[in-house]
């Protein structure tokens, strides 16, 4: 009959190793009290010849935190927070650092409630990434539990709106969409519509509001506005909703902006299965270029964001000690036009 190995403990490793118990565990936990070089390595030679694997919540308790990072995001499936959580995850990687992964399934107040949880379990730092809401109760909870994070220990850092009490790397919604409206009216479209995205995300309004202001500085009506979630069905029941529109009393739109590419991939299936041909029946651009659009046909045009980098970004200025006033680096799209925008009719005038 076989019989199950008790596992090592931190005190078979100090009399593997020859030294006392009190200097096995300075070696492990990263004691202000310096174990020499060669008795550590002494101790960590003895741990891995017993196979020993440090109790990680006995460090925490000793160094007063953990070296896990926490990534906080609204919805995992959308590509738009994979690819940042990628980047995310692999400059981690770099720093030694386990990155554990919560999302709030779009609910705001989930910032509130995970980061209670994350300072009861001593986690290092973390990372908030999705739009803020137009709801003063949501915003002012969110600012209480960075406070109480970062008081107690902790760093954070967000991706969103310039709203809180902490490092944020802000994306300039408003131009990158103000730029998407003057470049494809340069390509000779005359009549826009905007799906919106839901009203109270405060990245689908700048975002909505950019391209308006791009298309009435080119001298262009006034966009028509579909609100809908902001997912591929949101899309598909968006654009579902103005082409019924269209049939009745908008027919002379050409080309339609959904706030953000999961949205745009959502509108694409609509007007497929209404029979309407992208680009030849209707154009069709978005916001964020995910990953997955490579497999998208026709090539959708988008303004492109550097997602993966934006979350490497995020890493790098959650390790650094916090400024006296938070910081606000901002990022800038860039925008492509791709095959679902061909140039049309030269603009007169």
Same mark, same amino acid.
């Given at each position: 009959?076989? $019989? ?21 565990? $300075? ?5 202000? /009290? ?15 010849? @017993? ?7 006995? =460090?925490?308790?000793? #160094?007063? #935190?953990?070296?896990?990072?926490? !990534? ?17 995850? *692999? ?9 554990? !992964? ?19 379990? *001593?986690? $290092? ?7 803020? /809401? ?12 960075? +406070? ?23 994306? %300039?919604?408003?131009?990158?969409? *103000? ?15 905007? !799906? ?10 700048? /975002?909505? #509001?950019?391209?308006? &202001? ?18 591929? %069905? ?12 269209? %049939?009745? =009393?908008?027919? %002379? ?7 953000? &590419? ?31 659009? $490579? ?20 890493? #790098?200025?959650? @390790? ?6 938070? +910081? ?18 030269? *603009?007169?005038?």
């Amino acid at each position: 009959m076989s $019989r199950t190995h008790r596992a090592a403990t931190l005190a078979d490793v100090a009399a593997e190793a020859g030294v006392s118990l009190a200097t096995a565990s $300075r070696a492990f936990n990263g004691s202000t /009290r310096t174990v020499g070089a060669e008795l550590a390595e002494r101790v960590f030679a003895a741990a891995k010849r @017993l196979d020993y694997a440090p109790n990680a919540q006995a =460090q925490a308790m000793v #160094r007063g #935190r953990t070296n896990t990072l926490g !990534l906080v995001v609204h919805d995992i499936a959308d590509p738009y927070f994979s690819a940042i959580a990628a980047g995310v995850s *692999r400059a981690a990687d770099t720093e030694g650092m386990v990155t554990l !992964l919560l999302t709030t399934l779009g609910r705001q107040e989930g910032w509130a409630r995970d980061l209670t949880l994350m300072r009861s379990q *001593r986690v $290092r730092a973390a990372i908030l990434v999705g739009s803020m /809401r137009e709801d003063p109760q949501e915003l002012e909870a969110s600012r209480a539990a960075v +406070r109480a994070y970062e008081e107690s220990g902790g760093r954070v850092v967000a991706i969103t709106q310039p709203q809180l009490p902490a490092d944020t790397i802000v994306v %300039d919604n408003h131009e990158g969409a *103000r730029l998407l409206a003057t470049d494809l009216a340069e390509c000779g479209y005359r009549r826009f519509a905007v !799906l919106t995205g839901p009203p109270q995300l405060l990245t689908a309004g700048d /975002r909505s #509001r950019g391209f308006r &202001d791009g298309a009435l500085a080119a001298d262009l009506p006034e966009p028509v506005t579909v609100a809908g979630d902001f997912t591929r %069905d949101g899309g598909y029941a968006a654009m579902s909703e103005l082409l019924d529109r269209i %049939d009745e =009393q908008a027919a %002379d739109i050409d080309c339609v902006f959904a706030a953000n &590419d999961v949205m745009a991939v959502g509108a694409m299936a609509a007007c497929r299965a209404r029979g309407v041909r992208v680009p030849h029946d209707l154009a069709l651009a978005g916001f964020d270029d995910i990953p997955t659009l $490579r497999d998208h046909s026709p090539a959708l045009t988008t303004v492109r964001l550097p997602l993966e980098q934006m979350g490497e970004q995020a890493l #790098r200025l959650v @390790l650094e000690p916090a400024a006296d006033e938070p +910081r606000h680096p901002r990022v800038s799209g860039e925008v492509l036009l791709r095959e679902s925008t061909p140039p049309r009719r030269a *603009r007169s005038g």
